[in-house]
């Protein structure tokens, strides 16, 4: 990914799931303080609960953060829970997270963290990048704004409202 030139940084996930088979998936972009592309992500968690797909992709926001070595990152999400739990730095995570929810919380110690609420209707963008995550296996990084997702990055940048359809 693209150096982050600025000092802040902003992480947006959201989780699909795939009816056919209950596969989920969480997607995220960065982007600076201007609205620039930084970077985006998409996570194929396979079947898990809408919960763990919200924290994986906090966790994997964090340590592309770190990996790029932002000093800032915006968290937005709509779910309330995570958001609480990161800004009380307490999470009751599944077992299986809570290992993980530790390590989330070491580079918490020199990043500055802000969360946010978001209404799932305000961010199309990671809504689509969740939703290419039933395309691949894993994760999938982007230092360029996959193709499904340019126009909605325009029409985010423009002030445009978003309606969800479905």
């Not at 960065?30 to 998409?42: D, I, Y």
């Not at 309330?80 to 919380?105: C, E, M, S």
């Not at 209707?121 to 894993?138: I, P």
Request: proline content about 4%.
């Amino acid at each position: 990914m693209g150096t982050c030139s600025f000092t802040f940084c902003e992480g947006e996930h959201r989780r699909s799931i795939k009816r056919e088979s209950w596969s989920i998936c969480s997607g995220g972009v960065f982007r600076s303080p201007f609205g620039t592309f930084l970077g985006a992500f998409s996570l194929s968690l396979g079947i898990q609960t809408s919960y763990y797909a919200e924290l994986m992709a906090v966790f994997q926001a964090a340590d592309i953060a770190e990996t790029e070595r932002w000093s800032h990152l915006w968290i937005e999400s709509d779910s309330t829970y995570v958001i609480n739990g990161i800004q009380k730095k307490h999470i009751d995570a599944p077992t299986q997270l809570k290992n993980r929810w530790n390590i989330f919380l070491q580079p918490m110690e020199f990043m500055k963290i802000k969360c946010s609420d978001i209404l799932r209707e305000g961010n199309k963008v990671a809504d689509a990048l969740a939703n290419l995550g039933l395309k691949y296996q894993g994760l999938q990084l982007w230092d360029n704004p996959p193709e499904e997702i340019r126009k909605l990055l325009l029409d985010d940048g423009c002030g445009h409202p978003n309606f969800r359809n479905s």
